[in-house]
């Protein structure tokens, strides 16, 4: 009968043999993964892990698929600033005009007293920084649908599928589904926390929505594309997951 002793190192043995094993196979797995052509930045597995995750969230969302509305003392008044890629100093906020594209008719080009004469919308919800951190916001602005029925009205009907926005110096742009670009949460704002829009926070007019991370909710919006082609999207061409759905 073997001893205490002799038990204790036999255990140890097949748990240093386990962990070489298991090191070795994650070691190879790792290898293996890195040889893989990649595919927009990340290694094809990779990014058909992504693609999955895409679909399983586009099968679920629809204008019912909310994020948590809160009270107005949920607020933090000293709301973090999320990136100022695009933000660039020489910007002049008096000459500012929102250029509007969608490949039918002639770019729109439209001040923000235009946006403020649609219907006025007041929301409170969370910025979700990819980061993990979180903010509760107080947002006024116009929703995008209201937006798009009042300036594309024919964008369904085009079969216009995406969304893209740009700054107005293009450093900073991303794009969107239609469906989540007109889901009733997603707004153009012009005021943060009861008070205008900051530079530092993307003033003139900011793009607001809640069931995408962070860095979906654009800043300085200079300009917006109605598309049939997937667009283009400033962290998805550095690796990143293009939907960014929560």
Known sequence: ??????????????????MGVAGLAGFAGWSWLRSRPLDQ?????LRSVLGLNERLARGYFSDDHRMPEFALRAVNSDTRVNGDIG?????????WKLEVQNGKTPQLQISLSEIQQLPRIEQITELNCIEGWTEVVHWTGVR???????YDPAFSATGAQYVRLDTPDEEYFVGLDAASALHPQTLL???????????????PLRLVIPVKYGVKNLKRIGRITYTT????????NQGYDWYAGL
């Open 1 to 18: 009968m073997k001893t205490e002793d002799e038990k204790l190192a036999a255990r140890s043995r097949r748990a240093f043999l386990t």
């Open 41 to 45: 930045g990340l290694p094809g597995p």
């Open 87 to 95: 933000l660039g100093s020489d910007f002049d906020p008096a000459t």
């Open 144 to 150: 995008f649908r209201d937006f798009t029925a009042r």
């Open 189 to 203: 704002c012009f005021e943060m926390n009861g008070k205008p829009l900051t530079l530092a926070h993307g003033a």
């Open 229 to 236: 082609d997937r667009p283009d999207d400033y962290w998805a």
